[in-house]
T-cell receptor, first 113, second 114 residues
Framework: NAGVTQTPKFQVLKTGQSMTLQCAQDMNHNSMYWYRQDPGMGLRLIYYSASEGTTDKGEVPNGYNVSRLNKREFSLRLESAAPSQTSVYFC????????????FGNGTRLTVT | DQQVKQNSPSLSVQEGRISILNCDYTNSMFDYFLWYKKYPAEGPTFLISISSIKDKNEDGRFTVFLNKSAKHLSLHIVPSQPGDSAVYFCAASARDNYGQNFVFGPGTRLSVLP
């Protein structure tokens, strides 16, 4: 049981380049989330998808787009990367039927130069 | 303004002693609270949680206390072990029309000294 899988693990981009971060979960969870972690800031929500076919902005959505491709997969796209997007990105999922915890992937470390 | 605060960026404790990590929240709509542990180069892993209808939840060496009137929760680790050294995130959750929202604090780095 893989849980939440993120690819790639590491990426270096030049300013202005684009890329897509991939996330897939095999736990049949309804909701999926993208967070970024920066020193002293904790985990801040970028976008989330409450269920297949829906997406909503979180606390820090500017510069990002998302796609909930199906129930399993939720991707995060940077159309024109900026140095301020250097961060560690975490995907998470949860079964939203009762009080259940978020399950996280192992993260993608992105550096934008 | 931060809805979930962890005012101690770091904490050092001797092995075998108690570690107490604190967390405060501002939104009274939060009804489910969680603690996560994070090692370097890994994702956060779920540790323990508590519903707002309870004031205490135990799981082995880990106990979470909730004081709703003070909007405060704490994580107690007894006895602390060197393997507990990690960053601990407090999180609070509420449901809204769009689903379940999870808000995280900035984290506390715990160092357990042998």
């Amino acid at each position: 049981n893989a849980g939440v899988t993120q690819t790639p693990k590491f990426q270096v981009l030049k300013t202005g380049q684009s890329m897509t971060l991939q996330c897939a979960q095999d736990m049949n969870h309804n909701s999926m989330y993208w967070y970024r972690q920066d020193p002293g800031m904790g985990l801040r929500l970028i976008y989330y998808s409450a269920s297949e076919g829906t997406t909503d902005k979180g606390e820090v959505p500017n510069g990002y787009n998302v796609s909930r491709l199906n129930k399993r997969e939720f991707s995060l796209r940077l159309e024109s990367a900026a140095p301020s997007q250097t961060s560690v990105y975490f995907c998470a999922s949860v079964r939203v039927l009762d009080n259940s915890p978020l399950h996280f992937g192992n993260g993608t470390r992105l550096t934008v130069t | 303004d931060q809805q979930v605060k962890q005012n101690s960026p770091s904490l050092s404790v001797q092995e075998g002693r108690i570690s107490i990590l604190n967390c405060d929240y501002t939104n009274s709509m939060f009804d489910y609270f969680l603690w996560y542990k994070k090692y370097p180069a890994e994702g956060p892993t779920f540790l323990i949680s508590i519903s707002s209808i309870k004031d205490k939840n135990e799981d082995g060496r880990f106990t979470v206390f909730l004081n709703k009137s003070a909007k405060h929760l704490s994580l107690h680790i007894v006895p602390s072990q060197p393997g507990d050294s990690a960053v601990y995130f407090c999180a609070a959750s509420a449901r809204d029309n769009y689903g379940q929202n999870f808000v995280f604090g900035p984290g506390t780095r715990l160092s357990v000294l042998p």
